[in-house]
Nanobody, 116 residues
Framework: QVQLVESGGGLVQPGGSLRLSCAAS????????MGWYRRAPGKQRELVAT???????NYADSVKGRFTISRDSGKNTVHLQMNSLKPEDTAVYYC??????????WGQGTQVTVSS
């Protein structure tokens, strides 16, 4: 089983920054990609950003230029640096690990609230 521990959520004013981190541990095979998804109130969960084992990032259009995803492969940790935050970024953010044939694992979620 894979355990994902998320950290870094909280309350921030518009224009502010937060950094989310997610550490994967436990028994698992190769990780193809790690990433972040979010679910805003009344909306479906959506992709925020992912990064492959080779370091290739992918971003939702809504966060391009503001968010940066990075990965410490040796530590199976993924980070999401979020700058210029907007109220519409308010959501529960979930860490995801894609292990291909062996499936996906999800974190418990961390709340990000952007409000003045």
């Amino acid at each position: 089983q894979v355990q994902l521990v998320e950290s870094g959520g909280g309350l921030v004013q518009p224009g502010g920054s937060l950094r989310l981190s997610c550490a994967a541990s436990g028994r698992f095979f190769s990780i193809l990609a790690m990433g972040w998804y979010r679910r805003a109130p009344g909306k479906q969960r959506e992709l925020v950003a992912t990064i492959t084992s080779g370091g290739t990032p992918n971003y939702a259009d809504s966060v391009k230029g503001r968010f940066t995803i990075s990965r410490d492969s040796g530590k199976n940790t993924v980070h999401l640096q979020m700058n210029s935050l907007k109220p519409e970024d308010t959501a529960v953010y979930y860490c995801n690990v894609d292990m291909g044939y062996f499936g996906n694992s999800w974190g418990q979620g961390t709340q990000v609230t952007v409000s003045s």
